[in-house]
């Protein structure tokens, strides 16, 4: 599994970089076969907005944003969205997996 971290426009700090990699990596855990997660951080107008995107098998991309006003509060935000979304999806692929 391939994470991507992207500043836009800013700067981003180590230590928020490192808290992505490793929220990313918790989310890898819940999702079916993962394959790419880009983290995209980017400063418009003095806020702070994060957008996540994970890649899944047969070309489904889920997605989630949040703004806020600094990066850490923005990842947490994102993260909270990406979540539910994940599940939906993981509890798709049990489905068709058990569904001989």
Do not use: N, W, Y
């Amino acid at each position: 599994m391939q994470i991507t971290i992207t500043a836009r426009h800013c700067e981003v700090a180590d230590d928020v970089r490192e808290r992505a990699s490793e929220m990313a990596a918790r989310l890898m855990k819940i999702a079916h076969r993962p394959q790419t997660m880009e983290i995209v951080f980017d400063d418009e107008h003095a806020r702070k907005h994060v957008e996540l995107r994970l890649s899944l098998p047969r070309g489904q991309v889920l997605v989630a944003s949040a703004g806020a006003e600094d990066f850490r509060t923005a990842l947490d935000r994102a993260v909270e969205k990406l979540r539910p979304q994940l599940e939906r999806s993981s509890a798709r692929s049990e489905r068709r997996q058990h569904t001989g």
